[in-house]
Structures are given as C-alpha cells and as structure tokens.
C-alpha cells in the first residue's frame, strides 16, 4: 500500500487573536526541526482574522508549517453577510480547510447536504477538504457508532469523483471525545477509521486504490501521552487537535509521536 505521511493538524478552534497567532505560530516554526517535517505534514488551523498573518509569516520565514481555516462557505461570492468563500482561502494559500466540524454541526445546524456543497466549494478552489465525521455519546451507548460516521462519510463525499477524493484528509471525531479529556480507546478508534477506509473502497471501485491514498485523521483529547498509542493503529494517519495545539511544547511532542 502507499505510504501516507502522518498530519498532524491543530484546531485552535475560537483562539489567539493575531498577533497572538504570530508569536504562536513563531514559537512552532523555532521549535520544528526539518526532521520533524520530513516525517510529518504539520498544519495549523487558525481563525479567519489570523490567516493574513500567518501567510505572511510563512512565505517571509519560508516556514514548512501549512495552514488552513476552519470552515468555508459553499458559495464562491455574492450576497452571503458573515461569510468566507473558498477563493478568498485559496489567495491566502490556505492548504486545508476542516468542514463539519461537530461544533459546526451542533451550533450552527450544518447537514450532509451543506457539508457535501462546501466539500466541492474547497476541492474546486484547490482547498484540501479535513473532513470531519463522528458520532454523539448517546449513539456510541445505541452500538450505532459505525453506521452513524459511516453514513455522515457517505453524505459528505456525494458525487465527489474518486481523483479528488484521494487528497482528502477524513477526520474521525467522535464527539463525546472533543474538549472533554475523555479519549477514545485506540481500538475503539481504529475500529470506526478502518470502516471508513473500508467504505471508501466500496464507494471507490479500483481495487481500494482511492482508499488506501485517503489520510484518515483521529481527533478527541489527542495529548502527548496519548497520541502513539493512537498512531500506531493501522488506519490512523494523523491527529486533530484541538486544545492540545494551543500549547506549543505539547503540540510538538504529538507532532513526535514517534519519539
Ligand atoms: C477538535 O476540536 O477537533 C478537537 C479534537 O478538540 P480537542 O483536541 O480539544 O478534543
């Protein structure tokens, strides 16, 4: 199968202003070394206000480091008050950009079908959709966990061809797990990301080859003591992390999990 380098990709969620998104991203970029990044992509997720400025700081200290945001809007311009097109991500370089986030999901009523169109909105401006899927505690408690996620991966890659379904990233989030310090087992997470790979060969009929390009991300309390039990699972490709990538020394010791 081919090898697929590990990403490890913070969410800062609603955090750091800025300037504070400089010295941040500053005190990364001091810290990472090129063996660091020849072993692992590193991402950054910052809000919107912050991404001129992390550009900058990048392309001005031809930093590794890549970024990206943590929503977008299905639509490319027009009469949308509030919100952030996808060519508006693209002129800022952004790589990545996370689309139905669970707290999307829950605070601002995003479904499949919007999930789906702001899928195809970022892969049509060169954005690397992380695609985030996942399941409430109460479903998890039902034994309904896998059907759930694999259903919220069916509704997200609708009519997504096979050659851009290969670049993205699919982000297993389940919910009871984010910002609760409640991490998922490692088999219990490798079980859901091995159903989503195994979905992905169903829905991509060549042998499996789409799937085994697809980095699947685990997400939930990821912290430094957890993370290589994590990675060591064999469908798991990577972590998004939310809190823990507001601490620049714990963020770095994740992105060495190997260590
Ligand atoms: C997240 O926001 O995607 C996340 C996983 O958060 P945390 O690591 O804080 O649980």
């Known amino acids: 199968p081919p090898t697929r380098t590990p990403l490890m990709a913070g969410n800062w ?15 990364l970029a001091f810290a990472l070394t090129d ?27 031809k930093l590794r480091i890549r970024y990206g945001a943590q929503d977008l809007s299905a639509q490319d311009s027009g009469a949308y008050t509030g919100e952030i097109s996808g060519p508006m991500l693209a002129k800022l370089n952004c790589t990545f950009v996370t689309i139905g986030h ?27 959709p992380i695609v985030c899927v996942g399941e409430e505690l109460a479903v998890r408690e039902a034994g309904d966990h896998v059907a759930h996620t694999l259903r919220q991966l069916d509704g997200a890659l609708q009519d997504v061809p096979a050659e ?41 009929d060549d042998a499996g080859a789409t799937a085994q390009r697809v980095r699947i991300q685990y997400g939930g309390s990821v912290k430094a003591g957890n993370v290589a039990k994590i990675m060591a699972q064999p ?19 994740i992105v060495r999990f190997r260590d």
């Open 13 to 27: 969620k609603m955090n750091l202003n800025h300037l504070e998104a400089i010295a941040h991203v500053q005190k």
């Open 35 to 61: 063996k660091d990044y020849e072993a692992v992509d590193v991402a950054v997720l910052p809000p919107f206000t912050d991404l001129r400025s992390v550009q900058t700081l990048v392309d001005g200290d």
């Open 102 to 128: 669970s707290e999307r999901r829950q605070y601002h009523g995003e479904d499949e079908p919007l999930v789906n169109a702001k899928v195809k909105a970022a892969l049509k401006h060169g954005l690397t």
């Open 164 to 204: 851009a379904a290969a670049g993205l990233v699919i982000a297993y989030e389940p919910v009871w797990a984010i910002g609760t310090g409640k991490v998922c087992g490692e088999e219990d997470a490798q079980e859901v990301c091995g159903a989503i790979r195994g979905r992905l060969a169903e829905l991509y």
């Open 235 to 253: 469908d798991i490709d990577g972590a998004l992390v939310g809190g823990a990538s507001l601490d620049t020394d714990e963020f770095v010791k």
